[in-house]
């Protein structure tokens, strides 16, 4: 009667298709980084400065009438767009009209947001801000600076872990891994080109962190594997481990993903950004987790004398052509 | 064997129970809020037993609504307007001394400098004794032995400047004054637990929960110059009625007691550059104070003509002194005696500072929220958090049955222990954080999952059900405590990194990883174990 995710024994090779695999995944980063290089990100106000008004409106949203009442007020680049969601009410119609940094000001002045009211309620009456956010360019300066240092020191923070309680092989590997996650979700949001803001940055974080959850959990098991069967190949003892831990990595992804598939549909449009930032984060981390960390730790080989007892025992590297 | 001594478990038990118990006000959220506002008000407070916790969960202003800026304080500002003021007591004290040193014109200089040229050379010397004579010694710990002026000379010009000691007290003291009165103007309006915080060396973040636009608070701290130095007419009650010109105020500190004044002040709080406790010649307790260029003129007459006559020292339309003019007071520093203590001094000294803000804001950051806006998104959270939960629930329970239902105990616990922690220390629940907590729901079950999958590998080896669960929970622990410490640090980054909502996620995420461990590695296995002490079976499956 029990569901099982995954049935009990299983014998996966995960190596059996390495070239598509493990290098599908870095033809993946490399496009990633192609399509960050081509189209860049959509940043937010938190990071290029100006000013986001969430609109709401009983009316329905007329874009375009929007976009000719703003033109008059020449406030340089001003986008506005309709924001759907099933969580609204029947009356409730919603925009976001984001308007550039001003030259003169550090923040948006107090005029520009009333004129801009003004124009709006001039195309309907209705209209309301619901939020208004400015930023200016010398915190949204700082807070690329921060983002950035938060990621590198993330990483940093967790290779160091990771190394010192494993092998610097499986630092690298993991290191690797969430390279290739933050590397796909970077990506992703440049391609469909969503917004790019703090809250990303935080998306992208708490990715690294389940990402190496994983792979620190696979590790953990090769780890104990390593010592168990001695003479065993590394690339059948990283298969064994995989195997091992294939339901845990499926069941805790499955209650995971239940969890934000939930939030996805019914959180609201505020966070979407963030929830889809960090449910693709899941799925790519539970992949790399599987296909990518354990191929570098392969590639990199293992000290296999670790516990200094018994030096001799195996080939001290794996050979690669094995594989 | 499979045990956990009477002790353990009731200390798990406590703790469960304290953290359920201290999650319990969030759930009659309005109610307790109402209690606790009429506690603080020191009204009759019903409605809530007061026996049980009454902390409650902050709500963010992305939840609740409000206005969140962020203000630099522009502190070079102050250096200018106390370079100004300097400079009439530098002319003064070298005029005295015309022969040695000539003529004294003020050069052009940048603002903070005040450059000083005289007509004979051969007085530079001396002219730079003289003014360094009128440096003050710095009274702070770290500008211990150091004066406020630094002086130098080449030629016949002077260079004055403010010591890096006595900037940093400067502008330490520009803080607290801007802080000082932004939280007085602000308290004006008398909304629910607003946030004025410094952050870093020179700014302010302020955050008001209910204000439906950032405009309205930006207005409120504008609005300046409320201090006013006006002349007594005479002592009144509150009945009198003034004449032309006049009005009637109240003292601020004694009941009953009120001053005709004239309503045209002699000098306002605009003018004011610095106001500092001080003990008078007696050795008691008083305010000195100094206005800038204009000011000191306009007081300098003022006091000139009307040598014991009462004036008044006005703020917010209250009196909150009027001493006698004992004597001619020049050079637009005074001091302000009366039966002062130690500590009404220092706050007048305060309020005297507070009546205008010493330096210009720029405001870097604004937001904000609506309050349906933030409503609507708690809607949304609750309702996503309820439906996520349930999917996980029957998803555990499909899958582990039993002993998924242990694990499910264990994650509705975990969830209020969360609330619990959170309302301990006063944690900010933010829209972020909300999405923290159902991906808590999510990846709590992982320490879960980790054991029972371990339990079932170990089951395999035909040890016997109650040496499987030992081995079970003994072999996980490695990659529960592995992962989860990776998940922690970046908890920890991101709290570090974080302002306002992401850091309400980092505190929801950390919280719930410690949780969660918590109940995984204790609550779930007390239950296991109480459940096998009871059933002794003969085989179990996980």
Redesign the interface.
């Known amino acids: 009667m029990r569901m099982r995710l995954i049935p009990d024994d299983t014998n996966i090779n995960f190596f059996k298709l390495a070239s598509v695999t493990f290098g599908g995944s870095m033809v993946l980063l490399v496009l990633s980084i192609v399509a960050f290089m081509t189209f860049g990100l959509n940043y937010g106000i938190d990071f290029r400065g100006g000013t986001t008004i969430r609109t709401e409106s009983t009316q329905p949203v007329d874009v375009s009438a929007y976009r000719t009442a703003l033109e008059s007020l020449e406030l340089g680049d001003v986008s506005i767009t309709e924001v759907f969601d099933p969580t609204f009410r029947a009356d409730q119609f919603v925009a976001s009209v984001r308007i550039q940094a001003q030259d003169d000001a550090e923040s948006v002045a107090q005029s520009t947001i009333d004129s801009v009211r003004t124009a709006l309620q001039a195309v309907d009456p209705e209209v309301d801000f619901t939020s208004v956010e400015s930023v200016g360019p010398k915190v949204s300066g700082e807070l690329i600076q921060s983002a950035i240092f938060a990621v590198i020191g993330a990483l940093s923070a967790i290779i160091i872990y990771i190394w010192l309680r494993f092998e610097w092989q499986f630092a690298v590997g993991g290191i690797v891994a969430l390279i290739h996650d933050i590397g796909l979700t970077i990506g992703l949001f440049s391609l469909l080109q969503i917004r790019f803001d703090l809250a990303i940055i935080a998306a992208l974080l708490t990715i690294v962190g389940y990402s190496i959850n994983d792979t620190v959990v696979v590790f953990d098991r090769v780890r104990e594997n390593l010592r168990k069967y001695k003479v065993m190949p590394l690339v059948d003892v990283l298969n064994l481990s995989a195997n091992e831990t294939l339901a845990r990595t499926m069941m805790t992804s499955g209650t995971t993903l239940l969890a934000l598939v939930a939030l996805l549909a019914l959180g609201g449009d505020v966070i979407r950004g963030f929830v889809f930032a960090i449910t693709w984060g899941i799925i790519v981390g539970t992949y790399s987790s599987i296909y990518v960390a354990k191929n570098v730790v392969l590639m990199l080989g293992v000290k296999r004398d670790w516990s200094k007892k018994n030096p001799a025992t195996g080939g001290r590297y794996a050979d690669i052509e094995d594989s | 064997m499979l045990n956990i001594s009477p002790f353990r478990q009731a200390l798990i038990w406590l703790t469960v129970t304290v953290g359920l118990l201290l999650a319990l006000p969030n759930l009659f959220y309005d109610r307790v809020e109402t209690y606790n506002d009429a506690v603080s008000t020191g009204e009759d407070a019903t409605g809530w037993p007061s026996f049980l916790p009454s902390n409650l969960v902050n709500l963010g202003l992305?939840l609740r609504g409000g206005a969140h800026l962020?203000a630099?304080v522009n502190t070079p500002d102050v250096y200018a307007s106390i370079m100004d003021a300097t400079w009439p007591e530098v002319r003064d004290a070298l005029a005295a001394e015309r022969d040695t040193v000539g003529f004294v014109t003020r050069e052009d200089s940048p603002d903070d400098i005040l450059v000083v040229r005289i007509s004979e050379p051969a007085g530079a010397a001396r002219a730079a004794e003289i003014v360094r004579g009128l440096a003050r010694p710095i009274q702070t710990l770290t500008g211990a032995g150091s004066t406020d002026i630094e002086v130098s000379t080449s030629g016949p010009v002077l260079t004055i400047q403010l010591s890096d000691a006595e900037k940093q007290a400067v502008d330490d003291r520009t803080m607290q004054q801007s802080l000082e009165i932004i939280r007085r103007r602000i308290d004006e309006v008398g909304t629910r637990e607003p946030t004025i915080q410094r952050q870093g060396t020179d700014r302010i973040l302020i955050q008001v929960p209910g204000v439906g636009?950032?405009?309205e608070i930006?207005e409120l701290i504008g609005t300046t110059a409320q201090l006013t130095f006006q002349q007594v007419i005479g002592p009144a009650g509150a009945d009198a009625t003034p004449g032309v010109g006049q009005e009637i105020l109240p003292s601020i500190d004694e009941q009953g007691v009120f001053y005709i004044l004239d309503s045209v002040p002699v000098v306002t709080g605009e003018e004011l550059v610095d106001a500092q406790p001080a003990f008078d010649q007696n050795g008691r307790p008083a305010v000195n104070f100094r206005f800038n260029v204009s000011g000191a003129r306009k007081f300098g007459d003022y006091t000139l003509d009307h040598i014991g006559t009462q004036f008044a020292i006005v703020l917010d339309s209250e009196v909150i002194s009027a001493p006698v003019i004992q004597s001619h007071i020049p050079g637009g520093s005074g001091i302000i005696t009366g039966n002062f203590t130690v500590e009404e001094s220092t706050n007048l000294a305060v309020l005297l500072r507070a009546g205008a803000l010493p330096a210009s804001l720029?405001?870097?950051?604004?937001?904000?929220?609506?309050p349906?806006?933030g409503q609507?998104?708690i809607?949304?959270?609750q309702?996503?958090?309820m439906?996520?939960?349930l999917?996980?629930i029957v998803?555990?329970g499909?899958?582990?049955?039993l002993f998924g239902i242990f694990a499910n105990i264990a994650l509705i616990v975990n969830l209020g222990l969360i609330f619990g922690v959170l309302s301990l220390i006063g944690a900010t629940l933010t829209?972020?954080g909300?999405?923290g907590i159902?991906?808590t729901?999510?990846?709590a079950?992982?320490a879960n999952?980790?054991v029972f999958?371990r339990i079932?590998?170990e089951l395999k080896t035909a040890k016997g059900p109650a040496r499987a669960i030992e081995l079970g929970y003994e072999?996980a622990l490695?990659?529960i405590i592995?992962?989860?410490?990776?998940?922690l640090?970046?908890?920890g980054?991101?709290y570090?990194?974080?302002?306002g909502?992401?850091r309400g996620?980092?505190v929801t995420?950390g919280l719930g990883i410690i949780t969660s461990v918590f109940t995984a590695i204790f609550v779930t296995r007390a239950l296991i174990v109480l459940w096998f002490s009871r059933k002794r079976p003969k085989t179990i499956?996980v």
Do not use: K
């Open positions: 992305d962020l630099e636009s950032s405009a930006i720029e405001f870097l950051e604004e937001r904000t929220i609506g349906q806006l609507d998104s809607d949304a959270g309702r996503a958090a439906v996520g939960g999917l996980v998803f555990m499909m899958t582990y049955g829209l972020p909300i999405a159902v991906l729901v999510g990846m079950v992982d999952v980790l999958e079932r590998e072999r490695s990659a592995d992962a989860n410490i990776t998940t640090i970046t908890a980054i991101l570090w990194l974080g302002s909502p992401v996620f980092a995420l499956e």
